[in-house]
């Protein structure tokens, strides 16, 4: 039966079959390969140039089984996953048997496993990682306004370091390996400078202020207060200094000795008051 095509200027025509490349490769022929499977019995077509790894995506169709999960004879010789159908001597109507692979099956299921927690793994720390740039935020905040001398509520403090606290539980009990480790481990040590500055923030908190100003103000004020009153305390002392004592007077001279004595008498009769009144006793001679 003869083809029709339209050319472009509305010419109806016989269609033309394009000439075979002679520099294209020769394409391979198709075989039907029979393959059993327990009581089954399975025709594919396929390539006689295709792998058994092709073969296997083909019957997992068929059969419902994983590719990986297959064990493919050929010969008398299970088949490798790269080999070639017409390396290994299949050709139309050969006949392969189809098994189960018990051993590949556990060795996918745990690859499976490994790769489920890996990836459960770093959802988790996603998501622990979202909560701590929350709370890192509101210590940042914290931290502004106690550096800038104000104060903030001492529960606001002590509630930013438990939520931390439970954000580092919830990364120490997180399984994981190869780079979700390493994100989990930077995370824990993340949530720990956090902490350590909240404890910096809650000790410079409790710090007691004068009138706005910081503790170091407060020193850096009264230290040179200080100074200036003992200055001012040895001024005075230069200025006003004690009374000097008597000097005590030695000598050998017994009358000069009496009459210092006499003296010092009177002057000590004339400026202490008498407290009371002198008694007069009248004594008989003898």
């Known amino acids: 039966m ?8 509305g010419l109806l025509v016989q ?21 059993k499977h327990g009581a089954a019995n ?7 140039q295709a792998t058994f790894g092709e073969l296997k995506k083909v019957l997992s169709a068929r059969t419902g089984l994983h590719p990986l999960d297959m ?13 070639f159908l017409d390396t290994a001597g299949v050709k139309d109507k050969s006949k392969v048997v189809l098994a189960e692979d018990p051993v590949a099956q556990a060795k996918r299921l745990l690859e499976m496993r490994k790769s489920d927690m890996m990836e459960k ?9 979202l909560e701590v740039d929350r709370l890192a935020t509101k210590a940042s905040a ?6 800038s001398g104000g104060r903030v509520a001492e529960n606001d403090v002590t509630d930013l370091i438990d939520a931390l606290m439970n954000e580092l539980i919830k990364l120490d009990a997180i399984v994981a390996d190869g780079d979700a480790k390493l994100q989990t481990r930077m995370q824990m040590q993340r949530v720990q400078k956090y902490v350590e500055t909240l404890d910096a923030i809650k000790i410079k908190n409790s710090l007691p202020r004068a009138n706005g100003q910081s503790s170091e103000q407060q020193h850096h004020r009264i230290q040179p207060r200080y100074q200036e009153q003992m200055q001012q305390k040895r001024d005075s002392q230069q200025t006003h200094p004690r009374s000097q004592q008597q000097p005590v007077v030695v000598t050998k001279d017994w009358e000069t000795f009496d009459s210092l004595l006499a003296q010092q008498s009177a002057s000590a009769t004339t400026t202490a008051p008498s407290s009371a009144p002198h008694a007069s006793f009248d004594w008989e001679l003898f």
């Open 142 to 147: 914290l931290e502004a306004i106690v550096n």
């Open 2 to 9: 003869k083809e029709w095509e339209v050319r472009p200027g």
């Open 42 to 48: 399975h025709e594919i077509l396929i390539s006689s």
């Open 15 to 35: 269609k033309r079959v394009p000439e075979a490349d002679p520099s294209a490769p020769p394409v391979a022929p198709v075989v039907c390969v029979k393959v």
């Open 71 to 83: 064990k493919l004879v050929s010969r008398d010789k299970a088949r490798e996953w790269n080999e």
């Open 121 to 129: 793994a770093a959802r988790s720390v996603s998501t622990v990682a």
